[in-house]
């Protein structure tokens, strides 16, 4: 049978990627070893909108497949009593965003008109002014519109070097010229069909030839805001597209390098980072949020260091040790957000197992819903050896349970 047991905290993959439930604004004990070794730290924090996000979950199969039943969950709470102590949680963040960059490393905090000015002050004093790259505006056209004011339209993204040996590569993010309108530049065409722009300056001509890329200013009007029904979408608040994410860390990071998201959300900057060939940090206060990225990043390659919940779950099931074959019967989890269905792994949005070595449950089979698999396989094959098996769930709250099994 399957018995809910604790943990210690860590249920390592094989290690590619590390997700942390912390308050990133204070000094962690967990992020010590990675001071001076990260290349790129990410933060998007509550943007101080007074406002308690929701999110809405996909349940069971049938609201992966069909987008009904959904569950509707605790996001993020984005209210602070004063603006003192929303500036104290901002300083926090950016000192272990300091502590952690590699010399050549940047940082990119991401904010609207609520907070934005008071944290280029901030960032000036954690950073010092010198290392002040860019203010990006991040334009965009959704959201609502004002009559008693010019529509705010923009967040404001700050990027601060860690020194003056940073690393940055404006050629690895191209953009076709074909379509950007340059009115001060006359059009022509030269003398083998190519068309251009040019402009003379100082009595000299400068040619901006049509089939030669461009490269992005510090305002950016070509990324929109996720669409309702966009495949990215995790259901958690506020997540950001991923090709925002791609145009800030494509310039800074090579193959190898750390990148850390402080404040992860749904792990937006986690994938970027893992689609450009990097190692991860996520940390995020909520355990909703790393369960969120914890799925989207598919369990494997992650070491995630989560406490379990309180109020355990039970699962039913049964284990071969000769074959290593392991198979669920059914899953229970109450939450007061939960459908009846009659799905019986409704509840279950992700398992993982493997053997169980000290305090440490190393998957070697794991499995979540997708929208493209809604379905979850109650099946799976492990070698444990000598160790006991343990098996990992998340239900679709997020909340994590492991289990031993034990004849
Ligand atoms: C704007 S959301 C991040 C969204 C993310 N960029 C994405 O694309 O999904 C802000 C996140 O900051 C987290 N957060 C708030 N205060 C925090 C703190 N002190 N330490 C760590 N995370 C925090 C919230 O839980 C929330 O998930």
Redesign the pocket.
Known sequence: MFEPIRLSHTISGTGGGLLFC????QPQQALVPYRGQVQAVVM????MTGEVFTRKRAFGAQGWRAGKPVVSLK??PDRFDTPEIYQA?LR??LENARELLAPTGVCYL?LDWRASAMARLLCDEVFGAGNFLNEIIWSYESGGRSRKYFSRKHDTILLYARSPEYRFSLDRVPIPREGVRHNHLKRQTDENGRVYGSVVVGGKEYRYYDDQPTYPGDVWTDISHLQQRDPER?G?????PLKLLDRMLRPVVDPGDLVC?????????LEAARRLGCGFIG????RE?IAVSENRLRLQDLSVHMACDASPAALYGSFDAASGLVVLTGFEAEHPAFPRTAEPFAALEAWGCGPIVGETLHLQHICSRTFRMPELAPMGFVRTETYPLGVLTVDAAGRRQVFRWTD
């Open positions: 912390l308050d990133a604004s998007d924090p509550p943007f996001g993020y949680m926090g963040l991401h995790t958690y608040p506020t997540q950001k998201d402080l404040c992860c959300g749904s792990g937006t900057a940390v995020d206060s909520s949020a």
